[in-house]
Protein backbone atom coordinates (compact mmCIF):
# COMPACT_ATOMS: atom_id res chain seq x y z
CA UNK A 1 0.00 0.00 0.00
CA UNK A 2 2.87 2.17 0.06
CA UNK A 3 2.72 5.57 -1.80
CA UNK A 4 6.69 5.40 -2.28
CA UNK A 5 8.54 4.72 -5.02
CA UNK A 6 9.54 1.50 -5.87
CA UNK A 7 6.71 -0.31 -4.22
CA UNK A 8 6.78 -4.16 -4.86
CA UNK A 9 2.57 -3.16 -6.04
CA UNK A 10 1.46 -3.33 -9.57
CA UNK A 11 0.12 0.18 -8.54
CA UNK A 12 1.85 2.19 -6.40
CA UNK A 13 -1.07 4.65 -5.60
CA UNK A 14 -3.53 2.18 -5.04
CA UNK A 15 -5.65 3.44 -1.74
CA UNK A 16 -7.27 0.73 0.41
CA UNK A 17 -10.79 -0.07 -0.47
CA UNK A 18 -10.41 1.19 -3.91
CA UNK A 19 -10.90 -0.82 -7.18
CA UNK A 20 -7.09 -1.12 -7.59
CA UNK A 21 -6.87 -2.36 -4.00
CA UNK A 22 -6.25 -6.31 -4.82
CA UNK A 23 -8.84 -7.46 -1.82
CA UNK A 24 -11.67 -5.40 -4.09
CA UNK A 25 -10.11 -7.16 -7.31
CA UNK A 26 -10.53 -10.69 -5.99
CA UNK A 27 -11.61 -11.20 -2.56
CA UNK A 28 -9.87 -14.61 -2.18
CA UNK A 29 -6.87 -13.72 -3.41
CA UNK A 30 -3.96 -13.08 -0.62
CA UNK A 31 -3.53 -8.96 0.06
CA UNK A 32 0.21 -8.31 0.21
CA UNK A 33 -0.62 -5.29 1.82
CA UNK A 34 -3.36 -7.13 4.42
CA UNK A 35 -0.93 -6.26 7.57
CA UNK A 36 -0.42 -2.53 6.68
CA UNK A 37 -4.14 -2.29 6.20
CA UNK A 38 -4.78 -3.88 9.23
CA UNK A 39 -2.61 -1.35 11.30
CA UNK A 40 -4.34 1.30 8.99
CA UNK A 41 -7.86 0.13 10.21
CA UNK A 42 -6.52 -0.14 13.95
CA UNK A 43 -5.39 3.19 13.92
CA UNK A 44 -8.44 4.59 12.48
CA UNK A 45 -10.35 2.71 14.76
CA UNK A 46 -8.43 4.58 17.71
CA UNK A 47 -8.54 7.87 16.14
CA UNK A 48 -12.26 7.45 15.52
CA UNK A 49 -13.12 6.49 19.18
CA UNK A 50 -11.56 10.51 20.24
CA UNK A 51 -12.57 12.28 17.76
CA UNK A 52 -15.75 13.39 18.92
CA UNK A 53 -15.78 17.21 20.18
CA UNK A 54 -12.50 17.86 18.17
CA UNK A 55 -12.09 20.18 14.63
CA UNK A 56 -11.47 18.19 11.05
CA UNK A 57 -7.39 18.85 11.87
CA UNK A 58 -6.85 17.92 14.69
CA UNK A 59 -8.37 14.54 13.99
CA UNK A 60 -6.03 14.52 10.84
CA UNK A 61 -2.94 15.22 12.55
CA UNK A 62 -4.16 12.40 15.32
CA UNK A 63 -4.95 10.23 12.31
CA UNK A 64 -1.13 10.72 11.34
CA UNK A 65 0.55 10.35 14.29
CA UNK A 66 -1.30 6.99 15.04
CA UNK A 67 -0.63 5.89 11.20
CA UNK A 68 2.99 6.83 12.26
CA UNK A 69 2.79 5.23 16.04
CA UNK A 70 1.54 1.79 14.30
CA UNK A 71 4.68 2.27 11.51
CA UNK A 72 2.37 2.74 8.38
CA UNK A 73 3.33 5.30 6.27
CA UNK A 74 0.73 7.68 5.89
CA UNK A 75 -1.43 7.01 3.05
CA UNK A 76 -2.25 10.41 0.14
CA UNK A 77 -3.02 13.37 2.05
CA UNK A 78 -7.00 13.35 0.07
CA UNK A 79 -7.44 10.22 1.53
CA UNK A 80 -6.10 11.04 4.94
CA UNK A 81 -8.81 13.91 4.67
CA UNK A 82 -11.48 11.69 3.40
CA UNK A 83 -10.94 9.39 7.12
CA UNK A 84 -10.24 12.24 8.95
CA UNK A 85 -13.87 13.63 7.66
CA UNK A 86 -15.33 10.45 8.72
CA UNK A 87 -13.53 10.12 12.16
CA UNK A 88 -15.41 13.87 12.64
CA UNK A 89 -19.06 13.02 11.82
CA UNK A 90 -18.93 10.12 14.33
CA UNK A 91 -18.46 7.14 11.49
CA UNK A 92 -15.02 5.29 11.33
CA UNK A 93 -13.41 4.47 7.71
CA UNK A 94 -13.72 1.22 6.78
CA UNK A 95 -10.88 0.39 4.42
CA UNK A 96 -12.72 -3.01 2.97
CA UNK A 97 -14.84 -5.41 5.49
CA UNK A 98 -12.01 -8.19 5.86
CA UNK A 99 -9.81 -5.60 7.14
CA UNK A 100 -12.28 -4.02 9.73
CA UNK A 101 -13.43 -7.42 10.63
CA UNK A 102 -9.97 -8.69 11.24
CA UNK A 103 -9.33 -5.37 13.09
CA UNK A 104 -12.24 -5.75 15.22
CA UNK A 105 -11.18 -9.20 16.55
CA UNK A 106 -8.08 -7.43 17.58
CA UNK A 107 -9.81 -4.03 19.34
CA UNK A 108 -13.41 -3.50 19.02
CA UNK A 109 -14.65 -0.64 16.35
CA UNK A 110 -15.50 2.30 17.92
CA UNK A 111 -18.99 2.53 18.20
CA UNK A 112 -21.97 -0.08 18.18
CA UNK A 113 -23.14 0.57 14.81
CA UNK A 114 -20.04 -0.76 13.51
CA UNK A 115 -19.86 -3.45 15.73
CA UNK A 116 -22.88 -4.56 14.87
CA UNK A 117 -22.32 -4.28 11.09
CA UNK A 118 -19.01 -5.95 10.69
CA UNK A 119 -20.47 -9.08 12.88
CA UNK A 120 -23.40 -8.84 10.26
CA UNK A 121 -20.83 -9.08 7.64
CA UNK A 122 -18.73 -11.76 9.72
CA UNK A 123 -22.33 -13.99 9.74
CA UNK A 124 -22.31 -13.30 5.18
CA UNK A 125 -18.94 -14.52 5.32
CA UNK A 126 -19.84 -17.78 7.02
CA UNK A 127 -22.64 -18.64 4.95
CA UNK A 128 -22.00 -21.09 2.30
CA UNK A 129 -23.85 -20.62 -1.32
CA UNK A 130 -25.33 -24.28 -2.11
CA UNK A 131 -22.44 -25.57 -5.61
CA UNK A 132 -23.95 -24.53 -9.12
CA UNK A 133 -26.00 -21.06 -7.67
CA UNK A 134 -23.66 -19.04 -10.04
CA UNK A 135 -22.25 -20.35 -13.78
CA UNK A 136 -18.57 -21.74 -13.86
CA UNK A 137 -16.18 -18.95 -15.53
CA UNK A 138 -16.33 -21.09 -19.14
CA UNK A 139 -20.35 -20.42 -19.13
CA UNK A 140 -19.88 -16.45 -18.75
CA UNK A 141 -19.33 -16.09 -22.10
CA UNK A 142 -16.68 -13.70 -21.72
CA UNK A 143 -14.52 -13.64 -25.05
CA UNK A 144 -10.97 -15.05 -23.73
CA UNK A 145 -9.03 -12.05 -25.01
CA UNK A 146 -11.40 -9.36 -23.49
CA UNK A 147 -9.89 -7.96 -20.31
CA UNK A 148 -12.26 -8.31 -17.70
CA UNK A 149 -10.22 -5.95 -14.76
CA UNK A 150 -11.27 -1.88 -13.96
CA UNK A 151 -10.24 -0.10 -16.37
CA UNK A 152 -11.57 -2.84 -19.03
CA UNK A 153 -14.23 -1.89 -21.45
CA UNK A 154 -16.81 -3.60 -23.61
CA UNK A 155 -18.43 -3.70 -27.02
CA UNK A 156 -21.26 -5.08 -28.41
CA UNK A 157 -21.08 -6.90 -31.06
CA UNK A 158 -23.41 -6.49 -34.29
CA UNK A 159 -25.58 -9.43 -33.01
CA UNK A 160 -26.20 -7.00 -29.58
CA UNK A 161 -27.38 -3.75 -31.79
CA UNK A 162 -29.20 -5.80 -33.45
CA UNK A 163 -31.32 -7.85 -30.48
CA UNK A 164 -31.56 -3.98 -28.90
CA UNK A 165 -32.46 -2.73 -31.91
CA UNK A 166 -35.32 -5.19 -32.19
CA UNK A 167 -36.03 -4.17 -28.26
CA UNK A 168 -36.69 -0.49 -29.65
CA UNK A 169 -38.63 -0.95 -32.38
CA UNK A 170 -40.97 -3.44 -30.36
CA UNK A 171 -41.05 -0.69 -27.80
CA UNK A 172 -42.03 1.82 -30.12
CA UNK A 173 -44.69 -0.38 -31.94
CA UNK A 174 -45.94 -1.35 -28.46
CA UNK A 175 -46.70 2.68 -27.70
CA UNK A 176 -48.13 3.23 -30.89
CA UNK A 177 -50.65 0.15 -30.56
CA UNK A 178 -51.38 2.16 -27.22
CA UNK A 179 -51.64 5.64 -28.46
CA UNK A 180 -54.11 4.29 -31.28
CA UNK A 181 -56.20 2.23 -29.02
CA UNK A 182 -56.63 5.38 -26.34
CA UNK A 183 -57.59 7.74 -30.06
CA UNK A 184 -59.98 5.42 -30.63
CA UNK A 185 -61.84 4.57 -27.31
CA UNK A 186 -61.68 8.08 -27.22
CA UNK A 187 -63.38 8.83 -30.05
CA UNK A 188 -65.94 6.02 -29.66
CA UNK A 189 -67.10 7.83 -26.36
CA UNK A 190 -68.10 10.72 -28.26
CA UNK A 191 -69.85 8.71 -30.62
CA UNK A 192 -72.27 7.53 -28.08
CA UNK A 193 -72.64 10.40 -26.07
Known sequence: ??????????????????????????????????????????????????????????????????????????????????????AFYGEPYIIDYPTAIAADNLEPAPNPEVRERLAARRELREVQLPAGIFPSREEWNIPANEGTGAGSTRTLSPAGWEGRAVLVMASLAAVAIAAVVAIRGRTGRRRDA
Do not use: C, H, Y
Open 1 to 86: MSSETGSTNANSEAVPGTSQDPAVLDPDAQDPDAEEKLRLQLAIFDVSRDAEGRSLEEIRDTLLSAFAARGVAAPPATWVESVASS
